[in-house]
């Protein structure tokens, strides 16, 4: 393991020591084991080239200040896309302990199998499904010491201190509440810290990013940002439609989440958030943490998606609204995210969120391909493009901790 640190280059917690998810069980007779993706050097993804000093200064952040990602999927894909329909039924997904080891991330708001909880419905968002889920990788990582369930921001700063990983579980959707209010309750005890309104179809609360009408924030939607608001539950609306948006900054009390997304200005897509939903976010405190994922930040300069165009969306971002406004949610995973994107292209609605200009497909997004490098590259091209230390710790986690401490109730 320290050499494999060593050869990433990049900040090394002294509490990893080389767990496996579910090591507690016997493979074969408590679970079905399959044959995973690689954590690291799956894909020929390159580094932000820097100079020594300036790398000595990226890990210097790295350890010194607050990082944060908004939004990622820190589980291992099997490695054969053949094998993944009986892995999602199984709902015992496989947690990148390796690859986080030398992520440079302090906390991760990690959206577990979401709308491809597949368990007991191929079509997602159920309830059981996604309590499944969520107890399933709570287990895990109960039997371990390294990453830790977060609930509170003294739970970042403590693993802050204590080289350790605080895991945040969150939703995309709160889809799965149906029309229970008191859901969000159940999910906030079970762990929960931040949700969605809605994904791609509508729900109970609003409109998704799939609907061609957007009908806005629904009265029962109005009770749930108010019951999340009363919990001390985040508020995302990455997958909300426009108007949906607007009326739930406008109803919510506190600020609230991007948590991955883009500028619709620099690629016209749904998926991306138009410059008025982005102002109305920052007048009210929010925070944008910029989308990585396959295909979603791309620009006009950069058709072929790699962590230049990722960053052209956010100096974008900073111009609009301003450094206090703008953070990371890479959305990224740990093995082949296009395939994944393939396999589940319905339940993602991937064509209706990402209808728009053509551009080229990639196997992989150059530079920001998986949790293990998302982070450290990203530090090494703000320090490259002459960002302040200041500026850079406020966009790694500042932000996100801001808006926490005010969030949440503690």
Request: include cysteine.
């Amino acid at each position: 393991m320290a050499k494999q640190a060593e050869r990433v280059k990049t900040k090394t917690y002294p509490t990893y020591t080389g767990y496996r998810s579910f090591q507690y069980l016997e493979a074969g007779t408590d679970y079905k084991a399959f044959e995973l993706a690689k954590e690291l050097d799956r894909a020929p993804s390159k580094k932000v080239e820097v100079s020594d000093a300036e790398e000595a200064r990226v890990q210097r952040l790295l350890t010194d200040e607050l990082v944060i990602s908004l939004h990622d999927h820190c589980f291992i894909v099997p490695k054969d896309f053949g094998d993944l329909a009986d892995y999602r039924r199984q709902g015992r997904d496989v947690t990148g302990y390796e690859g986080l080891s030398v992520s440079g991330l302090d906390a991760v708001f990690d959206c577990l199998m979401d709308g491809t909880a597949t368990i007991t419905s191929r079509a997602g968002w159920k309830w059981d499904d996604i309590v499944f889920d969520l107890g399933m990788r709570l287990s895990d990582i109960a039997h371990q010491d390294f990453v830790i369930r977060c609930d509170t921001t003294k739970d970042i700063e403590r693993a802050k201190a204590d080289g350790q990983i605080a895991f945040i579980p969150s939703l995309e959707a709160a889809t799965p509440i149906e029309n229970e209010v008191d859901r969000l309750d159940i999910l906030y005890g079970l762990g929960i810290r931040s949700s969605g309104i809605a994904y791609s179809e509508a729900n109970t609360l609003g409109s998704g990013l799939r609907e061609k009408t957007d009908g806005g924030l629904t009265e029962f939607g109005r009770q749930a940002v108010k019951r999340m608001n009363k919990l001390g539950i985040a508020i995302d609306i990455s997958h909300s439609g426009d108007r949906t948006s607007l009326e739930t900054i406008e109803a919510s009390e506190k600020p609230i989440f991007i948590t991955h997304a883009g500028a619709r200005s620099l690629w016209n897509t749904r998926r991306m958030k138009p410059d008025e939903v982005l102002k109305a976010m920052a007048e009210r405190g929010g925070v944008i943490g910029i989308e990585a994922a396959p295909h979603t930040t791309l620009t006009e300069k950069h058709k072929q998606h790699s962590i230049e165009g990722f960053m052209e969306h956010f100096e974008y971002c900073v111009d609009l609204i301003g450094i206090d406004h703008a953070g990371f949610g890479p959305d990224t995973l740990f093995g082949d995210h296009v395939g994944l994107h393939h396999y589940f292209a319905k339940q993602l609605s991937i064509a209706a969120a990402k209808s728009g200009p053509e551009f080229k497909e990639v196997e992989f997004v150059d530079g920001i391909e998986n949790p293990a490098e998302a982070m450290p590259n990203i530090v090494r091209w703000l320090v490259k493009h002459g960002y302040t230390d200041t500026d850079i710790s406020k966009a790694i986690g500042g932000n996100a901790m801001r808006v926490l401490k005010e969030v949440w109730w503690r």
